[in-house]
């Protein structure tokens, strides 16, 4: 595929092709056909008085790392049971996420509002206040799934750093839609969601330096780090209230399925079901963040990340249900097309979870377009322009995307 692009997006690695035009007729296009090797010939081209070129997406070792790539996603993920023909129920929910977005962004503000007095209030007191907490966790549950699916798709799209309540939040909410998904019981949910909310409570008792300590921690603050559970543990147990598993789920979200974790190094079922399931979540949005050692990742490679630690951090078969629920490409994850577009992931489809419903919202030259919807798994067969090559990590997504995701956009005809 041939398609005109604007110099200023070249790539190392792309192929210039001309389609027959004279250089003389066109002079602002670069028609001078090749491989761009180097980072020089690169800028050379850009800082020319040449506007546009075309770019053939068959030739170039751009196109063929990206298909590789792709070829690559799909063997790894092609271990997961059934993850095309998915039962509708499992994706419908995602659909409506365009509808509630105004509603899930008020409610999302508010809850990481609540969670930061909570918060505040043990630091302050060292006690947990559990009826607000358990208020906040029931109207967690009980919100509409449209909702809170929104405001996963919120989560997934901005990022967040580290020094936020976000993450009690994430972790809360995504633990109980997950353990929807998996049909837990009421009882079940609620005490899930409260242990993801409090999982990390214990590092308030943890210095600063070491919290947000950097990648070469020395083994005394790495030891002292690995006692939060501990911690957590403690101060919740100190509310007699709090049931057995909700304590069990908060102590053991850092053991890993084959045995290596921390704080009692347990393994396979001796880990609470609850705890395992936080601990999916709990690293789903840790890794989403930024960190003072490390910057954050695209909510794709997150789940590519936990896919890959499946058997040795993960139960395997909470992690196929966790993808299947998630996606391999989660909504509001932000995706690079072939024909150079940019397209925010809207919903998953439930014929395959490799081609999900996007929205495009940057033209092949990085510029504003007119939102466009599209069914990745119609577009397939059609042609390959619009197969997903590369997707953005959530450092690079901070586009301003509410104006994209609240108007309606416009069907793609293929
Ligand atoms: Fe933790
Ligand atoms: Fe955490």
């Given amino acids: 595929m041939i398609i005109k692009v604007s110099t200023k997006s070249l790539k190392v690695g792309m192929y210039i092709s001309n389609p027959g035009m004279s250089e003389v007729s066109n002079p602002n296009v ?36 990206h298909k590789k790539k792709k070829q690559e996603i799909e063997s790894l993920f092609s271990s997961t049971e059934n993850l095309d023909n998915l039962d509708p129920s499992d994706a419908q929910t995602f659909d409506c996420i365009l509808e509630s977005i105004d509603f899930a962004e008020n409610q999302y503000t508010q809850l990481i509002e609540d969670c930061k007095k909570l918060i505040l209030a043990a630091k302050e007191s060292g006690n947990i206040d559990t009826s607000p907490t358990y208020k906040l966790v029931d109207h967690l549950i009980n919100n509409d799934n449209q909702t809170n699916y929104a405001m996963m798709f919120l989560s997934n799209l901005r990022g967040h750093d580290e020094h936020t309540y976000t993450h009690c939040i994430n972790v809360a ?72 598993d909700i304590l069990r789920a908060v102590l053991e979200h850092h053991e890993n399925y084959s045995g290596t974790g921390y704080p009692c190094k347990k393994q396979r079922n001796d880990i ?111 042609d390959d322009k619009h197969h997903i090559i590369d997707v953005l990590d959530a450092k690079d997504c901070r586009l301003h995307i509410s104006a994209y995701i609240k108007t309606k956009g416009k069907s793609l005809k293929l």
């Fill in 272 to 382: 609470s079901p609850q705890a395992s399931l936080i601990s999916i979540v709990d690293t789903f949005d840790s890794l989403k963040s930024e960190r003072s050692y490390r910057m954050s990742v695209s909510p794709h490679k997150a789940i590519s990340a936990i896919f890959q630690s499946k058997g040795a951090a993960f139960s395997p078969s909470l992690v196929d249900k966790f993808v299947k629920f998630i996606g391999i490409y989660p909504n509001g994850s932000i995706v690079v097309l072939k024909n150079n577009k940019k397209a925010i992931v809207m919903s998953q489809n439930i014929k395959s979870l490799l081609y999900p419903v996007v929205r495009i919202v940057l033209d092949e030259n990085n510029r504003h377009c007119e939102p466009q919807d599209i069914d990745l798994y119609e577009a397939k067969d059609i």
């Fill in 30 to 65: 670069f028609l001078s056909e090749g491989e761009i090797t180097t980072d020089l010939v690169l800028q050379k081209i850009a800082s020319s008085n040449y506007s546009d070129t075309f770019i053939d997406t068959e030739k170039g070792v751009y196109f063929a790392k």
């Fill in 173 to 244: 909410l995504f633990s109980t839609m997950f353990g929807k998904y998996l049909s837990l019981g009421p009882e079940n949910l609620i005490h899930l969601g409260f242990a993801g909310f409090y999982h990390d409570i214990g590092k308030l008792k943890i210095s600063d330096k070491i919290i947000k300590g950097t990648k070469k921690q020395s083994a005394k603050d790495l030891l002292e780090f690995q006692k939060h559970p501990l911690y957590s543990y403690d101060m919740l147990s100190k509310q007699c209230t709090i049931p057995d």
